[in-house]
């Protein structure tokens, strides 16, 4: 039998992040609604009442945790679950957003199965409001048509009258508790308890369940032991002190309340095991890396990922007659799924280095593992570069990351390699054309290559670095350390923000030993 369609808001700028939560969501029978920032999914959520609603944080015009107090707001008393989609996996963050009103976090890039077994405990959970709202509605019906279990005795304990209530409450027939004590309901130690506190009242006035509401033990017929709310009022009439018990069985509420723990604590499970996972990947990466040939003296790179793993990779490699190689790769999304996406091509891209093969066949070689590799609407933004300093030429491929730039010693772009490549794993290589660029230099330069995440980083005022401040922070650098000097203008613009997206810079010296010292 098919679950119930929820109605899920989705929140987040980014359409491609918008179509893979959609994708996911589609296979957990739930109809999506989509919102590309915090403002329009406001007015999505006042429009279509959702049932839950996936917000991301960072986002133009109105940012989540703006949103989420703004849905809080309009929700009227409704519980609709909101649960926080982000890059950002700072402590900080996670804390903002619980505490202005969501009730869940889930870090990018999503993992399917972590995403299905929230979205079941997520099922269960708004079952159990759905039936506890029952139950509280059942509660008022009862309250305003006089019919909880209200039990009247003497200033003895005994049973005076009982209601209907209370004999389907406790499983006997009016006849069987009236005249008897009112201990009967109540199992040992209590009873005891029950029957000291009320001598005392009467004794001395000292209150102890006398006009409170509390939580206390029932016994059914059958001796079953369950929890039920009583209140007790004294009435002194003319002829009699009288007690008045109201009670209410709350096993169905305290079944809930351990379900919904066993849930938090399932969702705790599931959290830790995600990270363990992303523990594993990052020794895997780590194996298939070279980082020895990271340290070429010719190489300055960086990458910061927008949380714990990155999903860009920065890879170089020398052939055996010296030509140094170079791929900058960016995959679809953020963290763990992006990174894992890249893996298949390291071991590849090391051979074609081995092999000296010109760059067009490297690429053709890595988009068709890609290719084979990646699920539909995966994909990898590559650069690709092979340089022989010796001969000053080298060769180039540009397929969805930022222009590629040569720049001189003064910081000047003096060549741009336009990104007119298709990113890999989009289309069979059979059916595209690749085609790398051939380039030369007289004089000793530099080749940078960057991920989008570096020149689309946005500061408070949502001003992104873009390619002019890019450009003018090299012309600010001095052409050693210019890594470091090009990250430093980052910071500068983003002030108090930080970035959403993986930062990734590579740049390749192209100067011979001796030469480019300025």
């Known amino acids: 039998m098919l679950e119930n369609t929820l109605r899920v808001l989705v929140a987040d700028d980014i359409a491609s992040n918008r179509t893979v939560v959609g994708a996911f969501l589609a296979h957990l029978n739930c109809t999506p609604l989509y919102a590309a920032d915090g403002l329009e999914a406001v007015e999505v959520f006042r429009r279509e009442a959702p049932d839950v609603v996936l917000m991301d944080l960072m986002m133009p015009r109105m940012d989540g945790f703006e949103a989420i107090r703004q849905i809080r707001e309009a929700s009227d008393g409704r519980w609709v679950p909101i649960i926080i989609i982000s890059a950002l996996s700072g402590e900080g963050d996670i804390v903002q957003g619980l ?6 976090y889930l870090s990018k890039p999503l993992s399917f199965p972590v995403f299905a077994a929230r979205f079941k405990a997520l099922r269960r959970l708004l079952d159990m409001q759905r039936r506890l709202s029952g139950s509280l509605e ?128 399932r969702l705790q499970r599931y959290h830790d095991e995600s990270v363990q996972e992303q523990e594993l990947a990052m020794a895997i990466m780590a194996r298939q890396v070279r980082s020895d040939w990271l340290r070429d003296p010719a190489v300055e790179y960086v990458v910061m990922p927008a949380r714990n793993f990155s999903g860009d990779v920065v890879a170089v490699a020398r052939s055996p007659d010296g030509a140094l190689y170079a791929m900058l790769a960016d995959a679809t999304g953020h963290g763990l799924a992006a990174a894992v996406s890249v893996l298949p091509v390291l071991s590849a891209f090391y051979r074609g280095a081995a092999a000296h093969l010109p760059v067009s066949a490297l690429v053709a070689e890595l988009n068709s593992i890609l290719f084979g590799f990646l699920p539909a609407g995966r994909f990898v933004a590559t650069a690709l570069v092979r340089l022989e300093v010796g001969l000053r030429q080298g060769q180039i491929w540009v397929g969805g990351v930022p222009d590629v730039l040569r720049v001189d010693d003064a910081g000047r772009v003096v060549q741009r390699f336009i990104s007119s490549g298709l990113p890999l794993g989009i289309l069979p290589s059979t059916e595209i054309l690749i085609e790398h660029e051939t380039f030369t230099w007289d004089a000793p330069c530099q080749i940078m290559l960057c991920s989008d995440g570096f020149t689309e980083a946005e500061n408070a005022g949502g001003e992104p670095f873009g390619a002019t401040g890019l450009e003018q922070a090299l012309l600010d650098s001095p052409r050693a350390g210019r890594v470091n000097s090009l990250c430093a203008a980052l910071t500068r613009h983003l002030g108090s923000q930080t970035a959403t997206d993986d930062v990734s810079l590579l740049i390749l010296d192209c100067a011979s030993p001796g030469e480019g010292t300025g």
């Open 138 to 265: 059942q509660v008022q019906a009862v309250a305003n048509g006089v019919i909880d279990g209200i039990i009247s005795t003497d200033q003895a304990g005994t049973i005076l009258s009982v209601n209907r209530s209370a004999c389907q409450i406790f499983g006997y027939a009016e006849s069987e508790l009236v005249g008897r004590s009112v201990g009967m309901l109540m199992p040992e130690p209590q009873r005891v308890i029950y029957e000291g506190y009320m001598a005392r009242y009467l004794e001395s006035g000292e209150k102890h369940v006398i006009g409170q509401i509390v939580e206390v033990s029932g016994v059914r017929k059958d001796g079953s032991v369950f929890p039920l709310e009583m209140g007790v009022s004294d009435i002194q009439l003319p002829t009699q002190h009288m007690f008045i018990g109201v009670v209410r069985d709350v096993s169905e509420t305290r079944r809930i309340q351990r379900q919904l723990a066993e849930d938090a604590a």
């Open 99 to 104: 505490d202005i009103g969501a009730d869940d």
